[in-house]
Every structure is written in C-alpha cells, then in structure tokens.
C-alpha cells in the first residue's frame, strides 16, 4: 500500500531517503496550511538547529509531498528518530493541483525542543536541494536564515 510522507525538512533532499533504503514512487510540491518553519531541534553541534514545525495560523510550510510504500515507514521512523526525537502525525497537505491529501508529517518531540538554534550551512543546503518544487519566494526565504557558521562568525555585541 501506497502513503504519502511530506517533508519540509533534511528529507526534502530525495538523496537522503535513498541512502536509507527508501524509494519513493513520486515526489511533488506541497503545502502545509497553518504551520510555520522552525530550527529548534537540537542538531549534534551546541546551538545546531533541526527542521520542525510549530502550529502558526495563517502561515505556510512549503515542501515535498513523497508517495512511499507502507513498510517504509519503519525505515523512516528509524532516520528521524522516532519516537525519541521526532515523532509521526497525519496531517493534510495540499498538492500544487490543489488537492487535500493526508499526509505522514514529522514534528519534534516536545520533550527535545529548544530555542535559539540555527541550522548549519549543510543541513539548509538540504533544504534547497528541493528548490524546483518550492515557490521562488520561499527559496528567497530559506536562504536568508542566518546559520550558525554566520552567527558563530557573527557574534551579538
């Protein structure tokens, strides 16, 4: 059986998936409604960020709408790590053709979130590796968050 994972995050690099082992059948763009995009996922580096999204009226998440198989699931449970640092919701997506499907969405587990992170360089590249599915303005957008090689270079007074 066929389900759809949506990825806004270091999966919405179709590499990553595939060096897991997952294959997915398609990719296409997707919008998830009333949340936006955060950093807050403690990553392996003091003050590195991972993707999350955070409950946000009127805001939109962009990213890639993937169809996997079922049993792929356990594999990308294990990549995101499941339940410990992130865990599974079904929420609805809506593809570019204007279609509501539900979805498997990845939110940070409340228990690990923290403020103040940035990504890293690397981890927002992966990101951008998805930039012909994603609108020009959030391109623009995912490229001007601060990193934290920029805030490491760039301290606050």
């Known amino acids: 059986m ?42 392996p580096r003091p003050g590195e960020g991972y993707a999350n999204i955070e409950p946000d009226p009127g805001s939109r998440v962009e990213g890639v709408l993937y169809s996997l198989q079922e049993q792929d699931l356990e ?22 053709e204007g279609e509501t499907v539900r979805a498997y969405v990845y939110r940070a587990n409340p228990a690990v979130v923290r403020p103040n992170l940035k990504p890293s360089t690397a981890y927002l590249l992966d990101l951008l590796a998805a930039r012909a599915l994603l609108s020009p303005e959030y391109v623009r957008m995912l ?11 760039n301290p606050p007074a």
């Open 2 to 43: 066929w389900v759809y994972f949506f990825a806004y995050g270091h999966n919405m690099n179709v590499a990553n998936l595939k060096r897991a082992g997952i294959e997915p059948m398609e990719q296409q763009p997707a919008v998830l409604e009333d949340f936006r995009l955060v950093f807050n996922k403690p990553g």
């Open 75 to 96: 594999k990308l449970d294990s990549l995101v790590g499941t339940p410990h640092a992130y865990e599974r919701h079904t929420l609805p997506v809506r593809t570019a």
């Open 143 to 153: 490229s001007e968050i601060e990193t934290l090689e920029t805030a490491l270079r």
